[in-house]
């Protein structure tokens, strides 16, 4: 009930605070929405009060960003029709807009805008499957459950996300960390072509074979090569996994932090185990743990890395024998019940031996939502697979990559719950000279952000081995700066 009330009360806040700060788009935005809507078929531009233009601004992930008004919604049905909007944008240098795929990037202003023109994608969506080449042919907008769904009567998958709810292309053009990824890398690492709108408006079939550097900027630069309309994805074949989330309560922190720190090296020797490692604080009380299981195969583990993780005994158990698509659904709609305000932020920690107390030290410091992944064998894959814009290699130590998540009901907040996880990834870089020192380990190790769990302030391009080729790669095919400065996301 009180919960309830909470969200009654947030909603009359937003509608205020969006009377407030709502300014008018500019004419010439209006007009690249009216010459756009000349370009294309009947009814695929909406405009502010139409039916399709409210539904698309309340679909996204964050509440906040539901808030955001875009001058006009672009909805496109094929790359064609992608390209006739992008070739009158790049024709009015004064107009903002941006692309949205799956809208779960909680950043305002990447996949949302206000005043500007809203490129959704949502009516290219799925996958199809290709059992002569193995290749997957995914579409950039709904969730990872329809592309699961579409490859499933197949026998393969692609390396997606790990939460069936989560939106596909971002993921896919900003990394992409899944169950998978230890024995396949990065979900970027195994795209082979990327059906992309350029910046002058042409449709260029990017080819990992053809074009190798552009294909390693491709994996990792988020939207700054261009607006991509379908990935064509190495498919991997998978059966019964056995795996999903179990609930502990706060006695076990110390012995799930132990397993979590066994994990990490043990990894290595079963690469089809995964974990999400989820520290909860506000929503039990900063105390519980959810851990989300993956195990590749039908059987439940009984040795092997994850062993010492299910001998802790939980307060609830999900996990069970079931399809891949099953899981992520089942994961996905665990997860869907949290209906908030969020924020992301990043932080990677390298794996430091003999400091196991590391994990307790941070969480103490953080009293929010976190959970810590292992893509440290995603390194040697990334490699094998010829490389991403991250720049994850074999030689690399050990990481762990933490994300701090915030979720809260009231815009009041913004600024405070923003400020508190960067705060923490200040304190982090603060302490790191001296966990590194006091273990005996360098002090630069290549510890790379990443780009889907960062705050639109943290410098995550800025963070790459590439920086400075992708940035002159990124010039080069958008000289005129469309991508690079008058999109949303990242920039080089
Ligand atoms: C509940 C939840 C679980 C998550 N789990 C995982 C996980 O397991 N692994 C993981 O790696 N990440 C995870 N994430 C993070 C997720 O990968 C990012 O939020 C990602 O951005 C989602 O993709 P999207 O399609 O919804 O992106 P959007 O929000 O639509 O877009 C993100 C960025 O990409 C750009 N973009 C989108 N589509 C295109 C396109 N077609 N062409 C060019 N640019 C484009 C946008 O302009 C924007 O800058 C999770 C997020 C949530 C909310
Ligand atoms: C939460 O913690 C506070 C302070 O420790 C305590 O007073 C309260 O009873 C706890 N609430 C629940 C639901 O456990
Ligand atoms: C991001 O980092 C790069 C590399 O260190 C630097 O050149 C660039 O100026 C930074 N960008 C911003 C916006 O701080
Ligand atoms: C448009 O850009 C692409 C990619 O940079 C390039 O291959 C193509 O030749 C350009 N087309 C025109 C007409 O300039």
Redesign the pocket.
Same mark, same amino acid.
Not at 98 to 106: A, F
Not at 226 to 229: A, E, M, N, S
């Given at each position: 009930m009180a919960l309830r009330n909470a969200l009654l009360l947030a909603a009359a806040a937003l509608c205020q605070r969006h009377l407030l700060v709502h300014a008018a788009p500019s004419e010439s935005t209006v007009q690249a929405c009216h010459a756009i809507a000349d370009q294309l078929p009947e009814g695929r531009v909406a405009y502010p009060l139409q039916l399709p233009y409210i539904a698309e601004t309340q679909r996204y992930?964050s509440l906040a960003l539901r808030e955001l008004r875009p001058a006009c919604i672009v909805s496109p049905q094929d790359t064609e029709q992608v390209a006739a909007a992008v070739r009158v944008l790049a024709n009015r240098a004064d107009v903002p807009f941006? !692309?949205?795929?799956?809208?779960?990037?909680?950043n305002p202003g990447?996949?949302s805008i206000d005043d500007g023109v809203l490129i959704a994608?949502h009516e290219m969506v799925g996958a199809t499957y290709d059992a002569e080449t193995g290749h997957a042919y995914v579409k950039?907008?709904g969730e990872w459950n329809d592309v699961l769904g579409d490859l499933e009567p197949s026998g393969v998958t692609v390396v997606g996300?790990?939460?069936g709810?989560?939106?596909?292309?971002?993921?896919l053009?900003?990394?992409?960390?899944?169950f998978l990824s230890a024995q396949y890398g990065l979900?970027a690492d195994s795209i082979v072509g990327w059906e992309t709108v350029m910046a002058n408006g042409s449709i260029v079939n990017i080819d990992a074979k053809a074009q190798p550097e552009l294909a390693v900027a491709m994996k990792g630069s988020?939207?700054q090569f261009?607006? !991509?309309?379908q990935f064509t994805i190495e498919a991997h074949p998978i059966g019964q996994v056995w795996g999903g989330a179990r609930l502990y309560d706060p006695s076990k922190k110390g012995a799930l932090f132990a397993a979590l720190h066994n994990f990490v090296p043990a990894n290595a020797d079963d690469p089809k185990s995964a974990v999400?490692f989820t520290d909860l604080a506000i929503t039990l009380n900063g105390t519980g743990n959810i851990m989300f299981y993956f195990s590749e195969g039908p059987d439940k583990p009984t040795s092997g890395p994850l062993k010492e993780f299910l001998d802790i005994p939980p307060l609830l158990d999900l996990t069970k024998t079931q399809s891949y698509a099953q899981l992520l659904k089942a994961n996905?709609d665990l997860?869907s019940l949290s209906v908030a305000r969020?924020s992301?932020r990043t932080f990677t920690i390298p794996y430091i031996p003999t400091n196991p107390g590391l994990y307790a030290e941070i969480s103490a410091k953080w009293r929010d939502i976190s959970s810590a992944r292992s893509p440290s064998l995603a390194g040697q894959q990334s490699e094998a697979r010829g490389g991403n814009a991250m720049g994850l290699r074999a030689s690399d130590p050990d990481r762990l990559v933490l994300e701090l998540q915030c979720g809260w009901l009231n815009g009041r907040d913004d600024a405070t719950l923003y400020a508190l996880s960067r705060d923490m990834t200040d304190w982090l870089q603060s302490r790191m000279p001296a966990w590194l020192a006091q273990a005996g380990l360098p002090g630069d190790a290549y510890m790379p952000l990443?780009m889907?769990?960062a705050a639109g302030d943290q410098n995550v391009t800025g963070s790459y081995r590439g920086y400075a080729r992708f940035k002159e790669l990124q010039e080069g095919m958008d000289p005129l700066g469309l991508f690079a400065t008058r999109?949303?996301?990242?920039k080089y």
């Open positions: 992930w941006t !692309v949205k795929s799956g809208g779960h990037d909680p990447h996949s994608m950039p907008a996300g790990r939460l709810v989560v939106g596909v292309g971002g993921l053009l900003q990394g992409g960390l899944s979900a988020g939207s261009g607006i !991509v309309t999400i996905g997860s969020t992301f990443f889907n769990d999109a949303g996301g990242y």
